[in-house]
């Protein structure tokens, strides 16, 4: 995406990791704008959970029928991942979904989708490394 205002456009630090992320299906149609621009907390949710659905696996069907104590949204990505550990709401009844997201939230989501996909793939959830870190356990 190089075309548009600024704010609208990869930065060049951070071309090689889009391209990567789009072709890998992590950034799917709906995310494909407004790089330099606060993301909400289920847009980033949204994203994190794709993660998740490019193991092949349909996660959609885990939440399917499955009532969330989160009443200021309806989106099973983020019923899926309150389920699975990954996210909580900003309170026992609500997600706060249109609020931005903090980094220390993005970092922390980021961690939890690794272990889900390291638990998901059948290895122990506390092993391995995220960005050259050492991650052990959730």
């Known amino acids: ?23 890998n ?11 330099q621009q606060p993301i909400t907390r289920v847009e ?12 092949g696996q349909d996660l959609y ?18 019923t899926w991942a309150s389920q699975n550990g990954i996210i909580n709401g900003t309170s026992p009844q609500s997600f706060s979904p249109r609020a931005t997201i903090t980094r220390e939230l993005a970092a922390a989501l980021i961690l939890q989708v690794y272990a889900k996909t390291n638990e998901l793939k059948g290895r122990p959830a506390s092993t391995g490394s995220v960005f050259g870190l050492s991650v052990r356990g959730r």
Not at 2 to 17: E, I, M, R, T
Not at 25 to 35: A, K
Not at 44 to 55: N, Q, Y
């Open 1 to 23: 995406m190089n075309n548009g205002p600024a704010y609208g456009k990869v930065s060049n630090w951070a071309q090689a990791d889009y391209m990567k992320a789009k072709a």
């Open 25 to 35: 299906g992590i950034i799917g149609w709906p995310f494909d704008r407004s790089y």
């Open 44 to 55: 980033f949710t949204e994203m994190a959970v794709m993660i998740e659905t490019m193991l």
């Open 61 to 78: 069907m885990d939440v399917t029928g499955v009532k969330t104590p989160l009443k200021d949204v309806d989106d099973w990505t983020v």
